[in-house]
Every structure is written in structure tokens, then in C-alpha cells.
């Protein structure tokens, strides 16, 4: 019986072993002061770049392809996986500088949980939305032809989709995309399971991945306003600009409801805040 509970005590997981940590504040000077603050924007810059770089080149080479086969190239299937491969990459190489947002959704979504400040939040998505112009103004530089010819990558609604059905996709493949980020980064799961943190850039890939398959053929996917300002900006066509409303409110929104939903439905940010303030009644 001894034994029984001695392996039990080693194997659980008490509440006392982790607390969590406090709500970045909204406002905070002394981050122009650190050095680890300007790296970790010139890595968001430098992974949104790589991204839109790889993932434009992708699918406008899947068009040129398919033009003179109709099942040449990669297909939609290889389109989702550069999307979600280079986001396992990406995440995987900067989290341990910038945490890894490469999005402002996440971005936004990660400073509505107090898990960022206000100051780093438009920071990052001012050097994100930087490195995607940068990043698809390089693929248009290298393939100017192609680029111009196949869309230039451009987020755009599909003919035979309402504006609604097309906000309505990027609301909900934004909310599976950040309530995965929440998911896998959650620190109290990796004071847990050790094991958490490695395998968080793994699931976060999957989730762009597996979002892509779903609504590439309503609005090319966006879930990720840099992803589709970059094209816009670059290719500067009227379609591209028309719908590029629904790429920056259709991921605020699903970013804003995963956060409530991470951070007061499954942690009961809701439930603590209410028992704290009973606890502590006014004088």
C-alpha cells in the first residue's frame, strides 16, 4: 500500500507545484530597454517573411502547373501542407525568442489573455505585417511574370460564396488555429508533462494545415491578416483590396472568442475572478 501511494505521489500532479504566472502588463517602458525585446521583433519580421516567401511561391507554382495539367502540381493538399509546414518550422525556430506568432491573430489573441503587452502586441504585428510585404515583394522580384499572371497569391472570396459564409470561415479557422496555440503553450500543462513545450510547434503546424484543407476553396485561407496583406499590397488589384476586410475582421473575431474561451471557460478565468472577489468583500 506503501508503495502504491508513493508511485501515485510521484505520477500526480498537485496544484501546489505550479502557480500561474501574472497578467503582462498593458504598458510596459522597460521593454525599449532590453535588447531580447528588438531580436524577438526582428525574428517575427524575419519568420513572416520566409513564410509568405515559401508559401506564395507555392501556390502560385501550383497554378502555373495546373494550367497545362489538371493534376499537376501540388494540389490543395500540397498547398495546406507548405502552410503547415512552414508554421511547424517557423514556430519551432523562433518560439524560444518571440514566442513564435508569425500572425497578428495570435498576436491579438495572446494580448487579450494578458499574455503579452499592449506594446509588444502592435509591435510584433507591425513587424509581421512588414515581413509579409517583404516576403511576397521577394517572390515577386525572382518570378515577376508568373506572379503577376497566376493572382500573386492574393487572398480573395471565391466566386459562389457569400461575404458571410467567407467571414464566417475565417472567424472559425481562426478560433481552431488560436485555441490550439492556447492549447499547447499552456503553461500549466507544461509544468505537467515535460514534454509539452517540445511537441507545441507540432499541433499549431497541424492546425494550419488542417484549416487550409477546409477553406482554401471559400477564401484561400487566410487566418492570418499579414498572410493576406502582404499579397494585398504587392499585387495592389481591386479584388484583393475589396475583400481584405473580411482577412483582418474574421480572424480578430475567431482570435478574441478562443481567448475568452481558453482563458475563462476551460481555465474558469470567470469562476477565480468571481471567488477572488468574494473572498475579499468591500469595507
Known amino acids: 500500500m506503501a508503495k502504491d501511494m508513493e508511485v501515485a505521489e510521484r505520477g ?9 504566472p501574472p497578467p503582462a502588463p498593458l504598458f510596459d517602458p522597460a521593454e525599449f530597454a532590453k535588447w531580447s525585446f528588438y531580436r524577438a521583433l526582428i525574428a517575427e519580421f524575419v519568420a513572416t517573411l520566409l513564410f509568405l516567401y515559401v508559401t506564395v511561391l507555392t501556390v502560385i507554382g501550383y497554378k502555373s ?7 499537376g502540381g501540388v494540389g490543395i493538399l500540397g498547398i495546406a501542407w507548405a502552410f503547415g509546414g512552414m508554421i511547424f518550422v517557423l514556430v519551432y525556430c523562433t518560439a524560444g525568442i518571440s514566442g513564435g506568432h508569425i500572425n497578428p491573430a495570435v498576436t491579438f489573441g495572446l494580448f487579450l489573455a494578458r499574455k503579452v503587452s499592449l506594446v509588444r502586441a502592435v509591435l510584433y504585428m507591425v513587424a509581421q505585417s512588414l515581413g509579409a510585404i517583404a516576403g511576397v515583394a521577394l517572390v515577386k522580384a525572382l518570378q515577376k511574370s508568373y506572379y ?15 461575404t458571410g459564409v467567407g467571414l464566417a470561415a ?3 479557422g481562426t478560433f481552431v488555429l488560436v485555441y490550439t496555440v492556447f492549447s499547447a503553450t499552456d503553461p500549466k500543462r507544461s509544468a505537467r508533462d515535460s514534454h509539452v513545450p517540445v511537441l ?11 484549416v487550409h484543407l477546409a477553406t482554401i476553396p471559400i477564401t484561400g485561407t487566410g487566418i492570418n491578416p499579414a498572410r493576406s496583406l502582404g499579397p494585398a499590397v504587392i499585387f495592389n488589384q481591386d479584388k484583393a483590396w475589396d475583400d481584405q476586410w473580411i482577412f483582418w475582421v474574421g480572424p480578430f473575431i475567431g482570435a478574441a472568442i478562443a481567448a475568452f474561451y481558453h482563458q475563462f471557460i476551460l481555465r474558469a478565468g470567470a469562476v477565480k475572478a468571481l471567488g477572488s472577489f468574494r473572498s475579499h468583500p468591500s469595507v
Do not use: M, R, W
Not at 12 to 20: G, I, L, R, V
Not at 65 to 70: F, G, R, T
Not at 200 to 210: E, Y
Open 170 to 172: 475565417e472567424i472559425i
Open 12 to 20: 500526480s500532479f498537485s496544484a501546489k507545484d505550479y502557480h500561474d
Open 200 to 210: 507545441a510547434p507540432l499541433p499549431i503546424g497541424f492546425a494550419v494545415f488542417i
Open 65 to 71: 502547373q495546373s494550367e497545362l495539367d489538371a493534376c
Open 148 to 162: 503577376i499572371k497566376y493572382g500573386g497569391g492574393a487572398n480573395t472570396l471565391s466566386d459562389g460564396y457569400s
